[in-house]
């Protein structure tokens, strides 16, 4: 194993947002952030429809105001094909809401109040997420 | 209110993702490449979430209610069954492979990314198969 691109400060400190945006939502609105709920639930459930498109748009325009007021790129590399892409896509689509949760879900509202089942859900994911490249890097 | 707290919550959600750098699907593949060149930063991202909002839902619990809501609405499901295990590999596989999970997807629409959007259709495809087959194992 070789350690690259290493970022604590910026990972930790970018964790701290995410996990103040989570706290925000739960004691202001009562609702647990989990991504793949919100995206899906603003889909397919008339139940709070609004608020969850909100939310989504809110995730859209945060870089942009980020950019804004930065003026700094943000730097997306995709170096996947779009057929390997839309697969992934269907994957964690049906994943996610099979098992319930992503990794906002899971790994973040559900770990913060050790529920066994976002744990394990947790490690299951990135266990299968590490075969996954590690197979993929052989190919 | 509850309207303008989701929107906020969302883009200080998508300005954690682009501060961590976890909107940059190379960033997630290195933490995924264990066994290759690995890149710890997202276990970080996940640990100062983690610090921030795990104290914080233990303080919150014990609220009768919401600031902006009638109830705390979230699901309090302890099943630890086969959707759940079988929903967090397929999510992984699909997480490995594309580097993406529903939050940092939906971000990256921002920079009009046509990779990442054709991830999202695909996600949303996902999500709408499972809302229509009923396999969710969230209710």
């Given at each position: 194993m070789n350690i690259i691109n290493f970022t604590p400060v910026s990972a930790f400190t970018g964790g701290v947002i995410i996990g103040l945006a989570v706290v925000v939502f739960f004691l202001l609105n009562g609702r647990l952030v989990g991504i793949s709920g919100i995206a899906s639930n603003a889909l397919t459930?008339?139940?709070?429809r609004f608020d969850n498109f909100l939310f989504l748009v809110g995730l859209i325009i945060g870089p942009i105001l980020y950019t804004l007021f930065t003026s700094k790129q943000i730097s997306v590399t995709i170096s996947s094909s779009y057929t390997l892409l839309i697969i992934a896509g269907l994957l964690v689509g049906l994943g996610t809401r099979i098992s319930g949760g992503c990794t906002s879900g899971h790994g973040i509202s559900g770990i913060g109040r050790f529920s066994l089942r976002s744990i394990i859900a947790t490690i299951t994911f990135m266990i299968v997420g590490i075969i996954t490249v590690f197979v993929k890097n052989l190919i | 209110m509850n309207k303008l707290v989701s929107l906020v919550s969302g883009i200080i959600f998508g300005i954690g993702l682009v501060i961590s750098e976890m909107i940059n699907p190379a960033k997630v593949l290195g933490f995924l490449d264990l066994f290759g060149?690995?890149?710890?930063?997202l276990a970080f991202v996940m640990i100062g979430a983690l610090v921030v909002s795990s104290p914080m839902f233990h303080l919150i619990k014990?609220?009768?209610?919401p600031l902006f809501a009638e109830k705390f609405d979230y699901s309090n499901n302890k099943n630890i069954n086969t959707k759940l295990i079988v929903g967090s590999a397929l999510f992984g596989a699909g997480w490995g492979l594309g580097?993406?999970?529903p939050g940092p997807a939906i971000s990256s629409i921002a920079l009009f990314n046509v990779y990442s959007i054709a991830f999202v259709i695909s996600m949303f495809i996902g999500f709408y198969i499972v809302k229509v087959l009923n396999f969710s194992a969230t209710r």
């Open positions: 459930e008339k139940n709070n | 060149y690995w890149d710890p930063s014990n609220n009768k209610k580097g993406l999970c």
